[in-house]
Each structure stands twice: as structure tokens, then as C-alpha cells.
């Protein structure tokens, strides 16, 4: 697991063992904790812990976006002429 944790922008091999140590064993468990959690680990301020969790987040998100949908097509204005003169009736 330590090796996901890598995958996060700052994160080394002693970072990763050391959010290990906390608990905090994968990226999704470091996207999910709060600021305080990821500080009390060895090495890191509330700045980097809000860095290195924003990240794992932003590393989630992409990872897991779902796919859009195709937008809908656009109303033309002979449609909307017609269903106004079909409701003044």
C-alpha cells in the first residue's frame, strides 16, 4: 500500500511509511482524513498535510470521474415558435 501512497505529488517512500504508521495506509484513506489526522504524522505541518491530502484527493477524483453524459440537443427556434403557438391555443 505504501507504493499507492507514492503515487501522491510529495509523497516518498519515508512519507508513505510514515502516513502508514498513522493509519493512513491508501490515498483514498488520506483523501477522506482531516487536516489534523495527516498532521500528527511525523514530518508534517498543517500546510503540508493540507497539500499532500488535497492532492490525494484531487489524485481520487481523477481516478474515479465518472464518465459525462452527451449533452442535449438544443431546442431550435421553429421548436420554440411552434410550442408557443401550441400553448396560446
Given amino acids: 500500500m505504501a507504493r499507492e501512497l507514492e503515487e501522491i505529488p510529495g509523497v516518498g517512500p519515508a512519507t508513505a511509511g510514515a502516513l502508514t504508521g498513522q493509519g493512513l495506509g491508501s490515498v483514498k484513506k488520506v483523501a477522506r482524513a482531516k487536516v489534523k489526522q495527516v498532521a500528527a504524522t511525523p514530518g508534517f ?21 465518472p464518465k459525462k ?10 421548436k420554440v415558435k411552434a410550442k408557443k403557438k401550441k400553448s396560446k391555443r
Fill in 45 to 65: 505541518g498543517e500546510i503540508r498535510a493540507r497539500r499532500v491530502r488535497d492532492a490525494a484527493r484531487h489524485l481520487g477524483s481523477v481516478a474515479s470521474k
Fill in 69 to 78: 453524459k452527451a449533452p442535449k440537443a438544443k431546442k431550435t427556434k421553429a
